[in-house]
């Protein structure tokens, strides 16, 4: 799990929470009508541009990512498909039906390998997996921009409702208190929704998407080096033109 990301959003809200019952009562930022209309809002606007589906599914995706672990890095899975290389030389495909492997992706890889399907099958495959995978980290991303785009504008929405509320109600005291309410706490839910959970969750998918597109690409590479029977020190050698050129010279130098 990543920790930074659960923290970050519990700091976030603790502290605004903190400092609201520092400056007064909670019950004063809680208006149900101001949470009609940024969340409903919000809500109803991205139903508009995605199916409900997508959203569904971009929720589960974006909050997974935003509460995953680390990702592996390249320069281990490339040391692991090096090994693997070297089982392979050693004691054939079907050596890698006893070997453990850390990535689920490369696993599929390496039992394609084991099962003796031919190169053309294992490429389409798992560049089909990665396109998916990947299809799916762009609409994540992209429904929860929407959503980030919303609710700062359902908030301002909602100010301009409560504006209207308080001006068509000035002689009557009594009305202006609660119609102040609305115009102000919709700006407020607005911006720690999108800027709490949606954009920070938009950058997290980004990342994800970069990283993902990296590794796989590396692993596929590297699969059809070891389905080739190429030599270990040939796939690290063409693997290795993934890593920045800083890493990629340590390893150099530690081989």
């Known amino acids: 799990m990543d920790l930074a990301t659960l923290i970050g959003i519990i700091g976030a809200f603790g502290i605004v929470i903190t400092a609201i019952f520092l400056g007064g009562s ?13 969340f409903g809002g919000g809500f109803a606007a991205t139903l508009i541009r995605f ?11 974006g909050f997974k990512v935003a509460l ?33 492997v850390s990535d ?6 390496v039992q394609y390998i084991a099962d003796g399907y031919e190169h053309e099958f294992i490429k389409e495959s798992m560049e089909r997996e990665r396109d ?9 991303r992209r429904v929860f921009k929407a959503l980030g785009d919303s609710a700062p504008a359902f908030g301002m929405i909602g100010t301009l409702v409560g504006l209207v509320q308080m ?7 009594a009305a202006i208190g609660p119609s102040m309410a609305v115009a102000l706490l919709t700006t407020l839910y607005g911006a720690l929704i999108a800027n709490i959970v949606c954009l920070p969750l938009v950058d997290k998918l980004d990342a994800k998407f970069d990283v993902d597109e990296l590794n796989q690409t590396l692993i596929i590479d590297g699969v059809l080096q070891i389905r080739e029977s190429k030599s270990p020190a040939l796939i690290k050698e063409m693997l290795i033109a ?12 530690a081989a």
Not at 79 to 93: C, D, Q, W, Y
């Open 132 to 140: 998916l995978q990947l299809s799916r980290l762009s609409e994540g």
């Open 104 to 109: 689920p992706i490369l696993a599929k890889g």
């Open 68 to 100: 995953a672990g680390k990702n592996q890095s390249p320069r281990d899975l490339i040391a692991e498909i090096t090994t693997l290389g070297e089982v392979v030389r050693k004691s054939g495909p079907l050596g890698l039906e006893n070997v453990d």
């Open 242 to 253: 993934y890593l920045p050129e800083k890493i990629r010279a340590d390893m150099e130098e």
């Open 51 to 61: 199916q409900l589906s997508d959203i569904v599914s971009a929720l589960g995706t």
């Open 26 to 38: 909670f019950g004063q930022f809680v208006d149900v009508p101001s949470v009609l209309i940024v």
């Open 167 to 173: 001006l068509a109600n000035m002689d009557d005291p």
